[in-house]
């Protein structure tokens, strides 16, 4: 791995977008028609670095094609969504406070063509529904066990539950439902807005919790060493701990045929968070394993997002998926949406001719 970050966007990218926009755009003397582009998020998520990046590369470069719309938080919040802006297509994701059902109404009062489905946000908010969603697209998942302690009838990501959830607590073990998970394990809460994630160690390695949770300044987690009692207050999943020679792994797939995918230190490790000069995270571009482009492909379907992150435990025993959002992410801000939304959604297909375009940098066919 490299010493240094490395600059994510390839120096010529203006140049591949230039020249993208320019040999399939529609010919001089054909009228087109518009495509109403909505963005409907919280404001903190449209008005940050990412999104703004996105709507920069739409209207330089397909300005005749895309007309923005950006839904105002207030009309978001308060507004009936008889009153809510129309569009074309929409670009929609959830974030704390956004009203998520509200959202799902107004895309089926307008149907307007969605870059990620709506309603299969609502999955991503349980992971016990990511589970089980990827094993019924048999994408690689740790071992793992669920604790019900609400009305949820799944004993992990394929079987139901024949009888009332058990749950044993040893010095060195959890048993659920007779399934022994040993230290060290992993134990994360059933929401997926929730990211305190707890690591167990055992006696032999100093014992002790490793608790990790969103980034907070420099910290990313903190070792508790006086603790080992499993949680009690919820429903949770307990995994296998798999190794990763600290490193994390996190992919952002757009539509079935492109990833991205970039490592940082992981959290596991010290806990201080690596920055650079210009006090962002310090991540590394990483080249994806021919299965892992197909989780990335999987996911994309199994979603329904066409904006798909995900994180990849890379350990001796393969590669496994162990957490899935649907959030936009800045280095796909940089170009890649505006590739794809602007040459792969349906309703865009009527601004254009039918040249087929390859772009240098995705090598990708539009």
């Given at each position: 791995?490299a ?51 996105i709507?920069r ?24 969504i008889?009153?809510w ?15 998520l ?11 307007p ?9 609502k ?17 690689p ?5 669920f ?11 394929l ?7 058990e ?12 399934v ?7 134990e994360k ?6 990211h ?8 032999s390695a ?36 798999l ?44 080249v ?18 066409t904006?798909?992150?995900?994180d ?41 001719n ?5 772009c ?7």
């Open positions: 791995m010493s240094e970050p490395v600059n994510m966007v390839p120096k010529n990218l203006d140049k591949v977008e230039e020249e993208f926009s320019g040999a399939s755009s529609a010919p001089d003397d054909v009228r087109v028609q518009k495509v109403i582009f909505g963005i409907c998020a919280m404001a903190k998520k449209t008005g940050g670095k990412p999104m703004r990046e709507l590369r739409l209207e330089q470069r397909h300005a005749n094609e895309f007309e923005i719309i950006v839904f105002d938080e207030s009309i978001i919040l308060n507004e009936p008889e009153n802006p129309l569009c074309d297509a929409l670009m929609s994701w959830f974030s704390t406070g956004f009203p059902d509200k959202a799902i109404e107004y895309a089926e009062l307008r149907k063509y969605l870059v990620n489905d709506l309603a299969a946000q999955l991503l908010m349980d992971r016990r529904q990511v589970f089980r969603r990827c094993a019924e697209y048999e994408i998942l740790p071992r793992h066990a604790v019900n302690r609400d009305d949820c009838q799944w004993k992990n990501g079987e139901d539950l024949q009888a009332p959830s749950l044993k607590e040893e010095e060195d073990c959890v048993v659920i439902n007779g022994v998970f040993n230290k060290p394990f992993v809460p059933i929401s997926g807005e929730d305190n994630i707890y690591i167990y160690y055992p006696r100093g014992g002790g919790i490793k608790k990790l949770f969103r980034k907070t300044g420099d910290k990313s987690s903190e070792y508790c060493k006086n603790e080992w009692a499993i949680r009690r207050d919820g429903s949770f999943i307990y995994e296998d701990f190794p990763t020679e600290g490193v994390d792994v996190k992919v952002y797939a757009v539509g079935a045929e492109y990833a991205h995918a970039e490592a940082r230190k992981a959290p596991t490790l010290d806990g201080k968070v690596q920055r650079d000069n210009g006090g962002n995270e310090v991540r590394y571009p990483v994806l394993s021919v299965e892992e482009k197909v989780i990335g492909s999987k996911l994309v379907s199994a979603f329904g997002q904006i798909c992150g995900f990849v435990l890379r350990s001796i025993d393969g590669n496994f998926v162990c957490d899935v959002n649907g959030s936009v992410h800045a280095d796909l801000a940089r170009c890649r949406l505006t590739l794809y939304v602007a040459a792969d959604s349906p309703l865009s297909k009527r601004t254009r039918t040249t087929m375009t390859r240098s940098y995705c090598d990708l066919s539009y």
